[in-house]
Antibody
């Protein structure tokens, strides 16, 4: 299993970026995927989850209306479109195979632990 | 949102000695299925987080037996029976009761 994020960089406040996570090693289309971020020197924060089956998306309150999670199952790729960026969005963004969504919906019995290496987003003028 | 509080926030342990980290949640993590929806992660320096314990007490694949998880409801503990140099990093608890809206503790930095 491999998850490789890309798309991070330096962006001005108010700007946008699209993060990508290329996945291999499991049947991507069948599983929920999640973005978690970590501000410099800080802890982990769940950002967003997208189901594999019905396209349901979930967001933490601080990014609702600004971030959009999506996926291209034909390319085994997860995306996070991040708009109206603020200084507090500065973080390493990790993609991960969601740990419990598919167990909760009954479509899986495995507790996965797959993470990418992260991509750094820096919001600064 | 469920708030997760860890203690202590930092810990310095001599190799071979035990270590213990506490995690408390603002509401019970006991699911109706009988499982406690509480995981423990370790983030080693410069690395992505790695799962240690899931559903309160289950060691993840490949995790050494010196790591154990206990607790129920709102109070949980991660114990390392004999700390080794490779155990350095930041330990996080995470609630999964409100899947997928996970919340993490602040992290506990372990120095060896």
């Amino acid at each position: 299993v491999r998850l490789v994020e890309s798309g991070g960089g330096l962006v001005q406040p108010g700007g946008s970026l699209r993060l990508s996570c290329a996945v291999s090693g499991f049947n991507f289309r069948s599983y929920a995927m999640t973005w978690v971020r970590q501000a410099p020197g800080k802890g982990l924060e769940w950002v967003s989850t997208l189901s594999g089956s019905d396209g349901r998306a979930y967001y933490t309150d601080s990014v609702k209306g600004r971030f959009i999670i999506s996926r291209d199952n034909s390319q085994n790729t997860l995306y996070l479109q991040i708009n109206s960026l603020r200084a507090e969005d500065t973080a390493i963004y990790y993609c991960t195979k969601d740990p419990y969504y598919d167990i909760l919906t009954g479509s899986s019995r495995d507790r996965p632990d797959y993470w990418g290496q992260g991509t750094l987003v820096t919001v600064s003028s | 949102d469920i708030v997760m509080i860890q203690a202590p926030l930092s810990l310095s342990v001599t190799p071979g000695e035990p270590a213990s980290i506490s995690c408390r949640s603002s509401q019970s993590l006991l699911h109706s299925n009988g499982y406690n929806c509480l995981d423990w992660y370790l983030q080693k320096p410069g690395q992505s987080p790695q799962l240690l314990i899931y559903l309160g007490t289950n060691r993840a694949s490949g995790v050494p037996e010196r790591f154990s998880g206990s607790g129920s409801g709102t109070d949980f503990t991660l114990k390392i029976s004999r700390v080794e140099a490779e155990d350095v990093g930041v330990y996080y608890c995470m609630q999964a009761l409100q899947t997928p809206m996970y919340t993490f503790g602040q992290g506990t930095k372990l120095e060896v």
